[in-house]
């Protein structure tokens, strides 16, 4: 059987260098262990390859990474736009020049930038460790006029769930979107969670854990039901299921939703006979 998977888009670490230190990143777990962050800067030729693949698009966003550290990512950028292809930078670093940003978000206007500042920006680097949040606030500002979107994303921690609405008044003020994220990376006594339980997720991994137990127990298996309609219910159960349980959102945030979810990376899947 051949499996085809280009009717989607692709999340890549384009590097596996950041200059930040954010305690709950999976880069700074690798670290502790005493392990360095494995990886390189991807290579133009592979970017070439992955770009011309998959057909909605690129996130550049990774898990242990920063896209900004990838000299290259302007060069990509530039590719991606004259090639139409959509794409998303997740980024929380702020060691480039205000110049550089200038020429990134001029490389492509229509990307979409989401950037991590956890708190107002004097406040963010709180749990960014080494990042400079108001120059960072600056270039979402630049971004929003330069850029097809500009999205500000803050996860909500106990030091700043008291400051939502002023920020997201600072993003509406500069036509910049917010997305409030709830964290569900939490350890018993964690200085970092919320008092008010429904600025985080305690649950999400539970819940994931129980659907893959009950559908996703063999995925390739799974892969070759495609197209024979006997898709086992107790996904469409699981999603609902996700789906009903999602927290309230005000309506001008943006809402992205669990782009990791097994059965819709399954349910994009093409199947090939051989
Ligand atoms: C490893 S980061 C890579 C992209 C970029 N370096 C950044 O931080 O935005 C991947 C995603 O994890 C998110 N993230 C970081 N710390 C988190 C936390 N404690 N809880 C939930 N998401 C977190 C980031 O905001 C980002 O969207
Ligand atoms: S900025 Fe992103 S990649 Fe860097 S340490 Fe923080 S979460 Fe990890």
């Known amino acids: 059987m051949i499996y085809d998977f280009s009717n989607r888009k692709i999340n890549i670490d ?13 880069r700074q777990a690798i670290r502790r262990a005493g392990h360095p962050v494995p990886g390189q800067d991807m290579p133009w030729n592979d970017f070439i390859k992955i770009a011309n693949y998959f057909e909605k698009g690129i996130l550049f966003c990774g898990q242990i990474s920063d896209p900004t550290a990838n000299p290259l990512l302007i060069d990509m950028l530039r590719y991606c ?16 020049s205000r110049e550089w940003y200038k020429e990134a978000f001029e490389a492509d206007p229509k990307a979409v930038w989401l950037f991590g500042i956890d708190g107002l920006p004097k406040d963010s680097h709180k749990y ?46 500069n ?10 990376r939490w350890v018993s006594g964690d200085k970092f969670k919320p008092r008010n339980p429904n600025y985080y997720v305690d649950r999400h991994n539970v819940d994931l854990k129980k659907i893959k137990d009950e559908g996703y127990k063999d995925w390739k298996k799974e892969m070759d039901k495609l197209n024979t309609n006997d898709l086992d219910e107790n996904w469409k159960k699981g999603l609902d299921k996700m789906a009903s349980e999602q927290l309230p959102r005000k309506p001008n945030e ?21």
Request: aromatic share 10%; proline share 3%; net charge positive.
């Open 128 to 173: 960014r460790i080494h990042q400079d949040g108001e120059k960072l606030f600056e270039m979402v500002k630049l971004c929003a006029k330069k850029c097809k979107t500009s999205v500000w994303q803050y996860i909500v921690f106990r030091y700043n769930e008291n400051d939502i609405e002023e920020a997201r008044d600072m993003a509406l003020a």
């Open 14 to 26: 384009s590097t596996h260098r950041c200059p930040l230190e954010c305690h709950k990143c999976q």
């Open 254 to 274: 943006r809402f992205f939703t669990n782009t990791h979810n097994p059965v819709k990376t399954i349910l994009s899947t093409r199947r090939y006979k051989k």
């Open 175 to 184: 036509n910049i979107d917010f997305d409030l994220v709830f964290s569900g």
């Open 81 to 96: 736009y004259e090639k139409n292809i959509p794409v998303t930078v997740n980024t929380a670093s702020t060691h480039k």
